[in-house]
């Protein structure tokens, strides 16, 4: 493979040795308005083009796109978290307005995508959050158009996000005003968010890395709820954000790139 940027160039073979597979998922993104059959085309072998690189399995990945692709599913995820004995909220996946959610959970749930969900309709852009509503207000003659997941309420909590790298791990807890967020903290504006260092029990480490590593990936963006002394899985991200949890001399930058020139599993 030849890659060509201004006057410079550069002939990939087999002997790549890393391979850093950043934010892959872009070509699902919902377009404002019909595609051209030029972007069509583009898009499709473009996306097309992306997973034959796996052909480069010799390399190593940060995180290779097939494990990427499979812990990108959240029931999957949430059934191999369970294995390892991390706590789950209970879980219905279900687009049927009869399914006996209020019983099995609660009245009152959580409401979440069973994928990251950014819809645009003309120039604005529908980004899907966990919501905190009842059962009765979900069941209604549109439910069955699409699935959704409903989870049991975890409250009140605290938010933790672990990222894993390798065999590195950090953990900060997110708090608004000191105290901790009903509900989605994404929804609160960035400048009443607090991030600090947090320091997990040492099963709850060991649980993290092990679904980093049973999930195949060398990275991982974990969401945790602590409440009333329990750990409780949210989801993890293969492709999560963590450039605004890294400060100076913290040293997940580094780690990154150390995983990538000198890997540590």
């Known amino acids: 493979m030849i890659c060509r940027h201004g006057r410079q160039s550069w002939f990939i073979d087999e002997s790549l040795r890393s391979v850093w597979w950043r934010q892959p998922t872009f070509l699902r993104n919902s377009p404002n308005a019909a595609l051209l059959l030029e972007e069509q085309l583009k898009h499709s072998q473009w996306e097309a083009f992306m997973r034959g690189l796996m052909l480069f399995d010799d390399a190593v990945w940060n995180n290779h796109p097939a494990a990427t692709y499979q812990a990108e599913s959240k029931p999957y995820q949430l059934r191999k978290a369970a ?65 959704v997941t409903c989870q049991s309420i975890i409250t009140p909590k605290i938010d933790l996000r672990v990222t894993v790298i390798g065999n590195k791990l950090w953990c900060d807890e997110i708090r608004m005003s000191g ?43 974990i969401d945790l709820a602590f409440s009333e002394g329990v750990f409780w899985f949210i989801e993890i991200n293969p492709t999560g954000e963590w450039g605004w949890l890294d400060r100076p001399g913290r040293g997940i930058s580094e780690a990154i790139a150390a995983e990538l020139t000198c890997p540590s599993i």
């Open 83 to 147: 294995k390892l004995g991390f706590s789950v909220p209970l879980t219905i996946i279900t687009n049927d307005r009869y399914a006996e959610v209020s019983k099995l959970i609660s009245e009152d749930i959580a409401i979440k995508s069973i994928d990251t969900l950014l819809l645009r309709e003309n120039s604005k852009q529908h980004f899907g959050y966990t919501t905190l509503t009842t059962w009765s207000e979900c069941a209604d003659e549109f439910l069955h158009l699409a699935p």
């Open 179 to 221: 105290d901790g967020i009903d509900g989605d903290w994404r929804l609160i504006k960035k400048d009443e968010l607090v991030f600090r260092s947090f320091s997990l029990p040492t099963d709850i480490e060991k649980k993290c890395f092990l679904l980093v590593k049973n999930l195949g990936l060398r990275y991982g963006a």
